[in-house]
């Protein structure tokens, strides 16, 4: 591509002028570890994003999906940047089945606008995700970077949700896997693997998903400790019980009173389901926090059990949270590593704030802009907070990140064996190397 | 390679023990529970990972195909040779590694039996939830190769939702590891790929499951029904009253009849169809459920319910279902099964659809169904020696793959493509869709040595 007029007036061609955002100062606000793409595409049709793509593909363009740019600090930086592509006209609900409990929706739609129309339709029902940034997270970029919340303790992530999904793959081909029935294994399960491949595979423009009925009740159990221990204790009772709460979050003080929360950690629990069954819950698991030990429990219910999961979930925004690393590991060591994290945070003068769902094993630190003044120690502390990850069968990586931090450390975590096929996979998809060049695992 | 010199160097490789070559091995290696047979040139049966590597990168650098096997009750045809080659047989690699209860995860070979991992962790109080009615055989390899199901999938999902982590062993011997006794491990889920891959992309040597603990509760409920239509819509109404039971499965009258004759489990044989819905969880609320599920069968003309008092009651009732096919097999010679699925709100219809065919081609149909999934199990029962029976049979089954394409449902919810429904992809895939699964084979196996001819139609090009 020689020339950025050539470049935009093929854009506009397919996707109309209105459509194509060239203006330097509106482009800034689509930068990506501070490269300014040549121009911004916002195309309005599944059928105009696969010209977009096939023509990128034609001319060697690097293209990077975008929903509501929500993760663009994520991901490595880029190798090339031309053209940031909008999912966001792509936003409307295909087919709603209510008797079926499936839904089928486009990628530009926000999780909110979807959670409500669920909720006002029939008896009620809900897609079970509850990834960060509530108002903000589109379908599109929630499936693509595969994002997942607290209460995944209980529904699970969209591997175990999705039906099937449609994409546009980097030579424009437009296909379609999975469907709308709960059991399929005609064919690869391609839906799997577009699921956090980051649109590095394919660009996904539309999702089918389970959907699950509206809970009966719900309620929030907060039980405060000053000792880490026993309120690792807790939780890994809780895991191993038959209770079935919906989340069960650890977080550390400065979490906590972030949340305008007391303690010096915290264990909240959701509880969803027939009333009788979370009444019970709030009851027994307040009594066994007692006996572990812990020194204050509250009960959330109504709008306040609401917002408070809105505020775990959002923690990141409300925080000014500038490096975000999720860590993955066994789960018997949540309030280990918690522990060993805080430890390492506290020697190295890193302010940091945890909160991990503790029956899944992955803990979440939050570092302020202060903390990052200081690029060194936090790239040891980095370092080693993903030795002990990978110790204990897991992987660090940073959800959020610095242009600058980015160059000292593997956004991506410790090296896999698998990646020799991940390798192979991008080379047949997406030769030319069109989509995120750069921005996944291995440098793909 | 010539066939000789391939067994005496497959000898070399993992010791004459683990090589089987005669002619009765190959007749025994031949077929699985669907009516395609073909035979190996050779069977080896690995007792290690390094084994398998070995035996992979020497076909690699022969070009000789590979058809990975557990114990062969896949029923499309999955892991028959069609092609010889060499059968890697993983039945003696049957070992449980490790029970790590703390973190709810336990690491196997392929080889174990499901059923035998279930009973030792059943002793700890904990559950694999995945159950497919032949686990009693069935190796936990095959059933993440086939990606198989079960009457509790309903709530739990399918194999691949409970299989984290693998070692798998790639087309050219190479050894790597996918996901792990972790979550949410970076980069493509290619372990979510290998779930019903049928052997074509790589081979497992080891598995991390995800087990959970037993529920506090459950509540098995056998529901009788004048008529089938009856049963049907009740699946659709529970559904639509918002609760989601473990189990909702259905059975017709000539299963009924022949599981009764088989088991003696209790089945009114005049029944024209029974439902079995079971609720599992905390113990709080199920009593009110399990009432409004009676209701809503109520109001679908349900002729008697009988809810078991305890586990024994519940083993009879599951006994007759796990038993059907094995309980309908005696009726006729052969029987061959679909397990086309389609959206749960459209079984009635489907259903009706299925006996018009059965009348259509003169052949008798026994009807099992996990009716919560929408997954039909039709056993079209016939004498594979009856020539035109047979061909009547293929016409049949292929109307019926074609009907749940139409109804907005899917060829194969199970039981996978393997060669039996290979025609029946176009049904439901555009040449690009499966030109884009096609770029997933030649990744992980580019020169197409493992299981070819399954799962991908050949002859489609990308338009």
Known sequence: MSNVNQLASALKEIVGEANVIQDPDRMKAYAV??????????????????KLLAYANSEKLAVVPRGNGTKMAQGGIPRKLDVVLSLLRINRITEHDVPNLSLSVEAGMTLAAVQEKLAGTGKGSFLPLDPPYTDKATIGGIIATNGSGPRRYLYNTARDLLLGLKAVFPNGDIVAFGGKTVKNVSGYDMTKLMIGSWGALGVITEITTKLLPLPEASATLMVSFEDLGKAGSLTRKVLHSSLLPSAMELMDGKAASQLGEEGKYLVAFSL?????AVERQVAEIGEMGKKEGGIDAKVLKGREDRIFWMRVRDFALASKSHVILKSNFVISKQADILGN??????AAGIDCAFIGHAGNGILTTYIPENGVAKTDPLVDLIGKFTAEAVKNDGNLVAESCPTELKAKIDVWGGPRTDVVVMRRLKEKVDPVGVLNPGRFVGGL | M?????ISELV??????????SAMHFKLYEYDASLIRSQPDCIVLPTSTEQVSKVVKFAHDNKIYVIARGAGTNLSGGSVPIRGGIAIVMTRMNQILEMDIENQRVIVQPGVVTLDLKNLLAKHGYLYQPDPASEKVTTIGGNFGENAGGPHCLKYGVTSNHVLGAEVVL????VVQMGSKALDNPGYDLLGVLGASEGTLAIVTKAILRIMPKAEAVKTMLCIYNSIEDGGNTVTAIIGEGIIPATLEMMDNLTIKAVEEAYHVGFPTDAAAILIIELDGLKDGMERLTERILAICREHNVREIRVAKDQAERDMIWAGRKGAFGAVGRLRPNYLVNDGTVPRTRLPETLAKVVEIGKKYK????????????NLHPLILFDERDKDELERVHAAATEIMKLCAEMGGTISGEHGIGLEKLHGMSLIFSPKDIAAMKKVKEAFDPLNLLNPGKLLPETEKAA
């Open chain 1, 272 to 276: 969803e389901g027939v009333g009788e």
């Open chain 2, 2 to 6: 010539e066939k000789d010199r391939m």
């Open chain 1, 33 to 50: 570890d501070g490269m300014t793409p040549k121009a911004v595409v916002n195309p309005g049709s599944v059928v105009e994003l696969s």
């Open chain 2, 171 to 174: 087309s050219d011997g190479q």
């Open chain 2, 363 to 374: 052949l008798p149909i026994a009807n099992v169904f996990h009716a919560g999934d929408g």
């Open chain 1, 341 to 346: 994290y805080e430890n390492w945070a506290q």
């Open chain 2, 12 to 21: 070399l490789l993992v010791g004459s023990e683990n090589v089987l070559s």
